[in-house]
């Protein structure tokens, strides 16, 4: 699954809203099962991520088809809907290792992820088989069944080309529609965006699907005409068009997602379509089995679900301010994601014994689970059952909790789960959520889960270990000025959403994805700057007055961090095209001094670099390298942990730091011994990696001279340590800040060697600024366009005081993150 589809998909809750969007019941915890004319059953276990099809469907090397990726469950469906037509198992062969993973008798099937590139699906076509792709979508943690069968050709088939009945025959829909108009962009009979402005709105003939979300929150339609030849309504592709007053779902409709209307308070809906039902404004489908939309304008106080309707539809009672009473009968088996959100005097009778409503709260069967929270409670402090799991929405607006207590059972949050709760306070007694300055983490505190609005006030600083804002973490927090994003690489949906008083937001090229709706509806936003790399989802700014600045180019950082954090954050962003890192770690050599404490380590000093060098092969090109200066203490260890990670690609070298040539102002201890040579590891990423010639010193007749060559086993007029010290003096005025600094000649020709002119420079134990000034530097030589990232602590303010201030000095644009 690429890294997109994984920030997009919600796996929270173990895709088990999947499951129920394909038609499958959990009636055992954690065990979903269907069955097909009667008699096949496909179990589903969402705790081993396994469909097992009973052996009656051929898989080959394998008994269960494991459900772990983007394109199993698209198989999963394909399967699914092949069963539901008709087909018997028998008929089908699931093959995971070759060209096709269906084979249904004349027909072969290759799965793909939805708008997968047109060049990577490429299928061979045959004169004695059928060759068909077949595609689907997960979105926000939903099967939306969004299908596409298209054979060799590239024509576009309905179900026909599956019709158990007539399967001889292959029933073409249509030419793919595929275009844009002044309204519309249509892709393969599929709205997938709105561009007009129209209060009312016709969609083009031919048009078989509107796209999921597809005219969110827009205030200006009032009416939708739908043409007879769409099929699928996705879910909420009309969520809060507060203008829209009339819709008719027209005959042909037979897919609906979760409750298209949701939010909609003035709108009427005519239906013609003989697969839903319509009673009363309330929204059936054709069996009754699953209610699907409750009118937000019915005045009625009490409302009963329909004996026999097993599912609740996500928000199917959305915004429903009138009502205080609903009857939840035995039929129910399934509430989805909070259908009662935004009901601020609802009361609940409930008679499923799937669900137990206690203090207003909803749990599940085995109250494992909170499903959802009432908006008409009103509580000092909540303290939850011994729940494993929050689902997503469950808090939504329940501004009557002043505490919540989150018990020590707790393992998983789903998203949005504490949007609009402004005046909260968290009590973690989980292991794997933890609480500081009110504001609620999980354990590691690498993602921020929720920021309440009350202690969101002017501009908000985060912690060094937040790399990922979940969705609606700051969403509502209208004290909020401006957000310092620091090591931020991650900007879920929804994440700023009503933050009407936010102005600027400079995102980092740290920063790799931002949300759908990120930044909806902040009416003071001026700009958003971020770097062109960065995937902005759609929707980001809806109903926000907002210019984007997208950087072309990459900016130089100082970051004051610890390096852990900013190391994981980058592999977001910068896998795979870091050319050079260059570090000068503490040499764990019981030295106290600005910057480092050596001999205090987390795990021991071997662990500590280990973590960080496994990153740091992440972040590397193909071609890069990294290069480690260290004295002879520690060397024997960091030569065995650079060959773990780099192989046999991992080179010694000296390096000279005594000269009396350049050592001038040293300070000779008597009592200390004279160290002559300290060393530089160099470690290759792969074969690839070719170390270029540089401009190596001589000293001759007193004079040092420089001629191009390869570098030497032996670093010598390079500078020393006390040349070093006194390059430090002309910027500080003291030369003292460090105990073993490295040259700016030295750096800035192991620079050369590693890298190319428009490469990337990283050192995340910056120091004293060295790799950064040395960078400069060789780009003013040799016209070079290399970008630095520079990382150094707070210890004894060392980042701000020496780092920044020497960069500063040197490089005008720097820009510095803390």
Known sequence: MNKMENLRLAKDMKYEALYWALGFEELTTGIFSKIYDRKFQVVIDSNNQTAD????????????????????????????????????????????????????????IKCFEWN??????????SKDFLSVTYESRLISGVMDRRTSIKDSSGNVYDNGIFDHEKKQKRYLLSKSLDFHSDDFVIKDNQVIKYVGSSNI???????????????????????????DSLISLSGDTFYNCYNLKTITITKNVRFMGNNPFAGCPKVEIHNESPFFHLEEGVLYNNDFTRLIYYPIRKTERNYTIKEGTKIVGK???????????????????????????????LELENHSRFYHVIDKVIYDKGKNTVIGCLNSIDIDELRLLDVRRISRNSFWNCKGIRKIILPQTLETIGYNPFVGCSNIEFVSLSNQYVVENKILYTKDKSKLVCYPAKYAVGKVFLPDEVNTLERGAFSGCNAMTGINLHNVSIISKTCFTNCVNLTTVYCSDLVSYIGEWAFAHCPKLSEISVFKDCFIDKNVISNSIVKINVRKERT????????????NSMVNNYEGKIKA?????????????????DEHFEGGYIEFLRKRFLLSYQLLSNDGFLVVNIDKGELKNLILLCKSIFGKLVKVYKWEKIHPFFDRNRD??????????????????????????????????????????????????????????????????RRNYFSTPKPLKLMKELIRATTHNDSIVLDFFAGSGTVGHATVELNREDGGSRNYLLISNNESNICQDVTLNRMQKIDQEVHFLN
């Open 53 to 108: 099809f009973g052996a009656k469907i051929s898989i080959l090397n394998n008994t269960k088809l494991k459900l772990n990726s983007h394109k199993s469950f698209v198989i999963l469906e394909c399967v699914d809907k092949l069963l539901s037509m008709g087909y018997q198992p028998s008929e089908m062969i699931i093959d995971l290792d070759n060209e096709y993973d269906i084979y249904l008798q004349g027909i072969y």
């Open 201 to 227: 709105i016709i969609v083009p003939d031919g048009v078989t699907e509107l796209g999921p979300c597809l005219f969110w929150d827009n205030q200006t339609i009032e009416e939708v005409v739908l043409p």
């Open 581 to 597: 890192i260059l570090i000068d770690p503490p040499y764990n050599s019981k030295i106290e001094y600005i910057g480092y404490q």
């Open 315 to 345: 928000h199917a009672f959305y915004l429903c301010h009138n009502l205080e009473r609903i009857m939840i009968p035995q039929s129910v088996i399934k509430l989805e994601n909070n259908p009662f959100s935004g009901c601020d005097k």
């Open 116 to 125: 997968t590139a047109q060049e990577d699906r490429i299928v061979p076509s």
């Open 668 to 733: 000779v201890k008597s009592d200390k011994k004279s160290v002559l040579y300290e060393y530089i590891i160099i470690c290759r990423k792969t074969k690839e990696a070719k170390l270029k010639k540089i401009l190596k010193p001589r000293l001759v007749n007193g004079k040092i001279v420089e001629k191009i060559d390869y570098i030497p086993l032996i670093f010598q007029y390079f500078g020393t340590t006390s040349s070093a010290k006194d390059e430090i003096a002309l910027l500080f005025g």
């Open 556 to 567: 130089n950082y100082v970051i004051e961090s610890d390096n852990i954090h900013t190391l």
